[in-house]
């Protein structure tokens, strides 16, 4: 059929193209499947719904709070997921995805959780906290990914 030149040639260049594209073969079938899976929302989405709470808890709080309340949603959300160009985790290694593509989407039950967090957390344990402590929603911020330390949060 092929000469055996070919075949190994062929083989040669499949094998470059898996090992280059090795971290993000799965992203396409996971992207489509989370896209399609109506238990999750994508990260954007739920980034913007976080910052709708932040503003109705801001008109719920003292003025007082708005940059406290501000901060906590920088340190919360803006942190990054801890992925870089090159980083991988364990969960991105066993799917074949890329690292970015394991937190692209979060589940809807957790993002209702966290906007409850925004929502019931009381105004008066965010006046109370310490000026040396980051303001952050723990909740959240797990949801929304790792960021530089942070040893407490309001």
């Known amino acids: 059929m092929y000469p055996k030149s070919f075949r190994f040639f062929f083989f040669k260049i499949i094998f470059a193209i898996a090992v280059t594209f090795y971290g993000c073969i799965g992203d396409l079938y996971f992207d489509t499947h989370n896209e399609m899976n109506g238990d999750k929302v994508s990260r954007d989405v739920a980034v ?9 808890k801001r008109s719920l709080c003292p003025q007082s709070m708005d940059t406290t309340l501000t901060s906590a949603g920088y340190y919360t959300t803006n942190l990054g997921s801890g992925c870089n160009s090159s980083s991988t985790t364990k969960e991105s290694q066993t799917t074949l995805r890329s690292c970015k593509s394991v937190y692209k989407y979060v589940q809807k039950k957790d993002l209702t959780v966290c906007l409850n967090e925004v929502l019931f957390f009381p105004c008066e ?4 906290a310490a000026n040396n402590i980051r303001p952050n929603f723990p909740v959240c911020r797990g949801l929304f990914g790792p960021g530089p330390e942070t040893p407490l949060s309001m």
């Open 48 to 56: 913007r719904q976080f910052y709708g709470a932040l503003v109705v």
């Open 125 to 128: 344990s965010i006046v109370n």
